[in-house]
């Protein structure tokens, strides 16, 4: 029977184990790496299971990210309301190449590691805050969603009194079930509240990353004010979620084997490698990155044609043993350095750098000042987000 002629699974797939990828991935990377799904809303794309076969559709030219165009795979039913203007992360060459020229710089690796030292400061200052909370505490409000909200508003330089208003747009707008109502009002507050701040930058340029960008805009024209907003909506939103999910499941995965918060105590050096490994293997985004072909392509099995959705699974594919040997294995001292949770090619996240130096410096402060951190509630009484766009824990309380 042809993979077209074969029944079709139910996608996306729920994980059994919370902090592992759904067990499925594993039969489809060695049986049928190149599978057609269907969708909540009845239509079907082709899910991408391979490491090698990952990287190609997202650096594969016949695949577009384009998601204006027809048959691109919609997980989210508000989506579409996303689609207001252009954004960067849903542009083909060479249209994208303005604005990752506009953006890129204030994300390289040595302008991000300039911010370690300020990035120290406020995850010193809100651990000092849950040290005086009476136990058990949540890590999740507590700690996990105000760490990276306040190094964005620092960043963008905007008010830290905002941090609250961005946790909670972000939280609607990342969730599959959420409605579309509840979306659509969040994505008008969100998109008005950087309009603002942009048009306040405009006038009077600051020296944060919202100013920098702005003045960069204003010499190379690139981009349109609301081109701006956009995306701009876009950086708020991936980057504020990825790490502070990636907080609490890595500190649950340091529960989970507490042998290796133990390697990580003694040898601080491998403390870059197992926030590598967290990446890798808990690769937050259960749904994956989404394209569309634009021409017929034979790829792993499958003949995928002309305007078929075709969705790569990093979770599936940062679990594939031909890409790390026991791929299935948590160790820290793994250092998967060409993981895929960023993504690959044209379109890794700019935020990459950011991402992972906040993470380095959460697990090494961290573990310095509650080194007798542990969960307050049985494992199975956590409560994980099996129906978000990126995989993390609602409430996570712990004692120390």
């Known amino acids: ?42 239509s079907t794309c082709w899910i991408v299971t391979r490491f090698d076969d990952v990287r190609t559709v997202l650096t594969d030219r016949r695949f577009s990210a384009d998601s204006r165009k027809p048959g691109f795979p919609i997980l989210m039913p508000h989506r579409h309301l996303m689609q207001k203007v252009r954004m960067m992360n849903r542009l083909d060459l060479p249209e994208h190449t303005a604005y990752r020229r506009l953006f890129v710089k204030p994300f390289t690796s040595g302008a991000i590691e300039n911010m ?15 040290e005086k909370q009476q136990q058990p505490a949540n890590l999740v409000t507590n700690f996990s969603m105000p760490v990276p909200a306040r190094i964005i508003c620092d960043m963008l330089g905007v ?19 959420t409605k579309v109502d509840e979306v659509k009002g969040a994505l008008d507050a969100l998109f008005d509240y950087v309009d603002r701040r942009l048009l306040e930058e405009e006038r009077n340029p600051g020296d944060g990353l919202l100013g920098k960008l702005v003045a960069n805009n204003a010499e190379t024209k690139a981009l349109t004010h609301d081109e701006m907003v956009a995306t701009v909506v876009v950086l708020l939103v991936d980057g504020y979620e990825t790490t502070s999910n990636m907080i609490t499941l890595g500190v649950l995965m340091l529960f989970k084997y507490p042998d290796q918060m133990e390697e990580l105590r003694t040898n601080r050096k491998i403390i870059p490698s197992a926030v590598a490994e967290m990446l890798r293997y808990l690769s937050i985004s259960d749904i994956g990155v989404a394209r569309v072909a634009d021409e017929d392509v034979e790829l792993g099995g499958g003949h995928i044609k002309a305007g078929d959705g075709v ?6 594919a940062n679990h594939d043993d031909t890409a790390y040997p026991e791929a299935a294995k948590f160790d820290v001292t793994r250092n998967p350095r ?3 949770t ?4 044209i379109h890794q996240c700019l935020g990459q750098h950011l991402v992972t130096i906040e993470l380095e410096v959460v697990f090494e402060t961290l573990i310095d000042r509650l080194p007798t951190i542990r969960p307050a509630v049985p494992f199975d009484e956590i409560s994980f987000k099996h129906d978000a766009g990126l995989y993390g824990v609602w409430d996570l309380p712990v004692a120390w």
Do not use: C, W
Request: proline share 10%; charged share 25%.
């Open 159 to 177: 008010p830290y009194d905002d941090q609250g208003f961005l946790q909670k747009f972000s939280q609607v707008l990342t969730n599959r079930t």
């Open 311 to 316: 969705m790569t699974l990093i979770a599936a």
């Open 342 to 345: 960023f993504g690959h090619g």
């Open 338 to 340: 060409n993981h895929l």
């Open 1 to 42: 029977m042809s993979i077209d002629q074969q029944p079709l699974m139910d996608f996306p797939v729920r994980r059994e184990n919370p902090l592992e990828p759904p067990s499925t991935y594993a039969r489809l990377r060695d049986n049928e790496p190149v599978s057609k799904v269907r969708l909540p809303d009845g």
């Open 116 to 130: 370690r030292p300020a990035i120290r400061g406020h995850v010193n200052e809100l651990l000092a805050d849950l």
